[in-house]
């Protein structure tokens, strides 16, 4: 799809590269996720944000392809993904990095990175090795340098530090060359020098993968989103810059309390 046929965002100001309309899931009598309707735009970082329980867990569910919602729908750079599962929506191009670090410890820092890149590519047979097109291994490397691991490549993941592997795991997304990164708790188990590194990382990111961003950092939060919502009980009570937000009285009383 060409620019000039990108959805363009109610603003007019860039195209819309994910929305959801309505949005509804239901486990049995609770309803888990009330009709959400969100959007992620071009060169942006939008965060959602909420209690425990709010539904962010489901939400994340639905727009990945792990769950289907009861309705609604779900459109990923203008074309309709609501139906397709999580294999598809990748290749869609919807990239995801995990709360819990999804590597492959028994791999070095660049082979983990070469099975991304090997997943889109159509010139290497599933049985040889992952280092045997010279490319490709050029390419993964380029990679862990976009996110700092670029001495890092030859070092097997078993020996990295947790924020390391953080770093790593957005490389495997970025390898897929993505149109949306969805980063559900990148911050989660992260020192605090390791939590800078990586807000420096997704804010220098940015311009070339919007981003919709799940994090209970909230000083990590106020410091990338261009926007957030807020949501509770399954539901988004707001949506606005990080301004709007940290002075919305109801937001305030249901989330942020006195942060």
């Known amino acids: ?3 000039a046929t990108m959805p363009v965002s109610q603003s007019g100001a860039a195209p819309t590269m994910l929305q959801t309309s309505g949005l509804v899931k239901r486990f049995g009598g609770l309803l888990a996720t009330d009709h959400v309707s ?5 060169g942006e970082i939008h965060a959602l944000i909420g209690p425990n329980g709010a539904g962010k867990t489901t939400l994340i569910s639905l727009l990945s392809g792990e769950q289907h919602p009861d309705a609604g729908e779900i459109t990923l750079a203008g074309s ?3 139906r397709l599962g999580v294999a598809d929506r990748a290749r869609a191009g919807l990239g995801r990095s995990y709360q819990i670090t999804q590597v492959l410890m028994e791999f070095t820092a660049l082979d983990n990175v070469l099975v991304g890149v090997l997943s889109r590519s159509r010139e290497t047979g599933a049985w040889q090795p992952l280092r045997s097109v010279s490319s490709h291994v050029e390419a993964a490397g380029l990679y862990l340098e976009q996110v700092g691991l670029g001495r890092s490549a030859d070092v097997p993941v078993a020996e990295m530090a947790h924020g390391e592997r953080r770093q790593l795991e957005l490389a495997m997304a970025m390898s ?9 708790e990148p911050l989660a188990g992260v020192s605090k020098a390791e939590s800078e590194t990586i807000v420096e990382l997704l804010a220098g990111l940015k311009a070339r993968y919007p981003m919709l961003l799940v994090e209970h950092d909230m ?4 410091t990338l989103a261009d926007r957030i919502s807020v949501l509770v009980y399954g539901k988004v009570i707001a949506t606005g810059s990080p301004q709007a937000i940290r002075a919305d009285a109801a937001v305030r009383a249901a989330y942020l309390g006195d942060e």
Do not use: C, H, R, Y
Not at 38 to 42: G, K, L
Not at 176 to 184: A, F, G, Y
Not at 219 to 222: I, S
């Open 1 to 3: 799809m060409s620019p």
């Open 38 to 42: 969100i959007d992620v735009v071009q």
């Open 80 to 82: 309709g993904v609501t």
């Open 176 to 184: 897929l060359e993505p149109k949306v990164l969805l980063l559900d």
């Open 219 to 222: 000083d990590a939060v106020f």
